[in-house]
């Protein structure tokens, strides 16, 4: 299990906008192969700041299988005119700590 976690900054009073286009895309998301489950957090204080983590069979399912579909792009046209700047994307892995 690959987990994405997108930092996103949105433009000042353009949160609602974005919280409400994630919840739209999230069907989007849960469709596509490889996706697990995803979630949304609001930094508490930097209040435009957000952390969109998304759980994926592997990288390739992210990186390839959906950024290459029309599911990519109906999510994007949701919620990118409320981005300040470009999202901040990394992949992670969990570290076994026993």
């Known amino acids: 299990m690959i987990t994405e976690v997108a930092q996103i900054e949105v433009k000042s009073g353009s949160a609602e906008r974005f919280e ?9 998301l849960l469709a596509a192969a490889g996706c697990h489950g995803l979630t949304l957090w609001r930094s508490l204080e930097q209040p435009l700041r957000y952390r969109l983590i998304v759980e994926w069979e ?21 919620v990118q005119d ?17």
């Open 58 to 78: 592997t990288i390739s399912h992210h990186t390839v299988t959906f950024r290459g579909s029309a599911g990519f792009a109906q999510s994007r046209e949701l």
């Open 82 to 98: 409320c981005f300040a700047s470009a999202p901040q994307v990394e992949h992670q892995e969990t570290v076994p700590l026993t």
């Open 20 to 28: 409400s286009g994630v919840r739209a895309a999230r069907k989007i």
